[in-house]
């Protein structure tokens, strides 16, 4: 079988890879750069965690996206990931990590309630003020996505099978006839087309559950006392202020990355990324009354990422016509179930499986792999 895949991201590689492992041909057509420094998947780190909150299908997922990283891992010869664990701090009456803990719990996982002296004991360079519950999971680490993409573009250069054509933008689809036709004007067939288009994707189809979110992420410089500390810190999802802070940890010598989880809802992927501080003084408003010596750390750079949002946070991975998939596992969560996605969708073209039942399953909503 024969597949063309659009864009290069976590999303369309990983298909590629799925579908290169089992044999099948693949073209994966990018736009820019392979990698492409302004795809969403194009970031140091992205986090992976089992508390989902009231998703339950996506924790359940959790354990075959770690067990498909380790497959990549194996395959690319490195493992691109730091384990940390999680810790979740919720207040202001806020229920996400009890929510979480109590899901997990019928998963037969457990995700302990930490007495807030203990928290404060263990993690001292938090302030816990505010906080009313603290959640801690020993699960969960720091995917070194930029690292990955970058390695799985260079292992699928080297696969017979493979071709991909950078600095090659798409400009239609035809998922009824399976066909692409380049800026260029070139046409390409295949057997199936997958769309995996990331924030771009409504140049391609009209799909109005889509909708790109531009977001903003602050890279740290932190002072040489508090590095050691900070560089064996767990990642931090903190949902106490007004505003929910998510805190990854500079391991293994990345970065110290803080983000929110407040969709703009706005903004286009291909505009101008410039952005300021000023757009974040809520954050740094909850940065400061929760990190101790914050008032030291330094903002070294900001950077400006897309999200493609659904107003449920499920993903989108459908057949939408005989010879072509939508694939859009985004909402701001997708990267840490970027392996499984790729091989079960491969998986899914290959073998007949019903697209229905993959498509309830990407959207977290079924149990198991689909069969
Ligand atoms: C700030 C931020 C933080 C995040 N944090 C996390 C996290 O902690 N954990 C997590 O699991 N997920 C996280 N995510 C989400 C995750 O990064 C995304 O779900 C994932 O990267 C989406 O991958 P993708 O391949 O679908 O899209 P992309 O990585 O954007 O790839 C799409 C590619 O398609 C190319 N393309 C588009 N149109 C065309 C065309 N017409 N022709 C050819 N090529 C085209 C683009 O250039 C791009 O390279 C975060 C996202 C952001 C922005």
């Given at each position: 079988?024969?597949?063309?895949?659009?864009?290069?991201g976590?999303?369309?590689?990983?298909?590629?890879?799925?579908?290169?492992?089992?044999?099948h041909?693949?073209?994966?057509?990018?736009?820019?750069?392979?990698p492409?420094?302004?795809?969403?998947?194009?970031?140091?780190?992205?986090?992976i965690?089992h508390?989902?909150?009231?998703?339950l299908?996506y924790a359940r997922m959790?354990d075959?996206?770690y067990?498909?990283?380790?497959l990549?891992?194996?395959?690319?010869?490195?493992?691109?990931?730091?384990?940390?664990?999680?810790l979740?701090?919720?207040?202001?009456?806020?229920?996400?990590?009890?929510?979480?803990?109590?899901?997990?719990?019928?998963?037969?996982k457990?995700?302990?309630?930490l007495p807030?002296?203990?928290?404060?004991?263990?993690?001292?360079?938090?302030?816990?003020?505010?906080?009313?519950?603290?959640?801690?999971?020993?699960?969960?680490?720091?995917?070194?996505a930029?690292?990955?993409?970058?390695?799985l573009?260079?292992?699928?250069a080297?696969?017979?099978?493979?071709r991909l054509?950078?600095e090659?933008?798409?400009?239609?689809?035809?998922?009824?006839?399976?066909?692409?036709?380049?800026?260029?004007?070139?046409?390409?067939?295949?057997?199936?087309?997958?769309?995996?288009?990331?924030?771009?994707?409504?140049?391609?189809?009209?799909?109005?559950?889509?909708?790109?979110?531009?977001?903003?992420?602050?890279?740290?410089?932190l002072?040489s006392?508090?590095?050691a500390?900070?560089?064996e810190?767990?990642?931090v999802i903190?949902?106490?202020?007004?505003?929910?802070?998510?805190?990854?940890?500079?391991?293994?010598?990345?970065?110290?990355?803080?983000?929110?989880?407040?969709?703009s809802?706005?903004?286009?992927?291909?505009?101008?990324?410039?952005?300021?501080?000023?757009?974040m003084?809520?954050?740094?408003?909850?940065?400061?009354?929760?990190?101790?010596?914050?008032?030291?750390?330094q903002?070294?750079?900001?950077?400006?990422?897309?999200?493609?949002?659904?107003?449920?946070?499920?993903?989108?991975?459908?057949?939408?016509?005989?010879?072509?998939?939508?694939?859009?596992?985004?909402?701001?969560?997708?990267?840490?179930?970027?392996?499984?996605?790729g091989?079960?969708?491969?998986?899914?073209?290959?073998?007949?499986r019903?697209?229905?039942?993959?498509?309830?399953?990407?959207?977290?909503?079924?149990g198991?792999?689909?069969?």
């Amino acid at each position: 079988m024969k597949a063309i895949v659009v864009g290069g991201g976590i999303m369309g590689l990983a298909t590629a890879w799925g579908l290169a492992r089992d044999g099948h041909a693949v073209e994966l057509f990018e736009q820019g750069p392979l990698p492409n420094p302004l795809a969403s998947s194009m970031d140091e780190h992205r986090l992976i965690r089992h508390p989902y909150g009231d998703h339950l299908g996506y924790a359940r997922m959790i354990d075959q996206a770690y067990a498909a990283w380790d497959l990549l891992w194996g395959d690319l010869g490195e493992r691109l990931y730091a384990a940390t664990g999680t810790l979740a701090l919720t207040g202001n009456g806020e229920t996400w990590a009890a929510r979480s803990a109590a899901g997990l719990a019928r998963l037969g996982k457990s995700m302990a309630e930490l007495p807030l002296a203990d928290a404060a004991r263990r993690f001292p360079q938090l302030d816990m003020h505010g906080v009313e519950r603290a959640f801690w999971m020993t699960s969960g680490g720091v995917l070194f996505a930029q690292d990955i993409v970058a390695a799985l573009a260079r292992h699928l250069a080297g696969r017979p099978t493979v071709r991909l054509h950078a600095e090659t933008a798409v400009r239609s689809v035809d998922l009824e006839g399976g066909r692409v036709v380049t800026e260029r004007g070139t046409s390409y067939g295949a057997d199936v087309v997958v769309v995996a288009a990331g924030a771009w994707v409504g140049r391609l189809l009209d799909d109005r559950r889509l909708v790109p979110s531009r977001q903003i992420v602050l890279y740290f410089t932190l002072p040489s006392e508090q590095r050691a500390a900070w560089a064996e810190a767990p990642m931090v999802i903190d949902k106490t202020g007004d505003v929910g802070l998510y805190l990854v940890p500079p391991a293994e010598g990345r970065g110290l990355k803080i983000g929110d989880h407040v969709f703009s809802r706005s903004g286009d992927p291909t505009a101008d990324r410039a952005a300021t501080v000023d757009e974040m003084q809520p954050l740094l408003g909850r940065c400061r009354s929760l990190i101790r010596g914050f008032e030291r750390w330094q903002v070294e750079r900001l950077k400006v990422c897309f999200y493609t949002v659904t107003d449920d946070e499920r993903f989108i991975v459908e057949k939408k016509a005989a010879k072509g998939w939508l694939m859009s596992p985004c909402s701001g969560h997708g990267f840490k179930f970027g392996a499984v996605m790729g091989l079960e969708l491969a998986r899914t073209i290959a073998s007949e499986r019903d697209p229905t039942v993959h498509a309830r399953w990407a959207a977290g909503l079924a149990g198991d792999q689909p069969t």
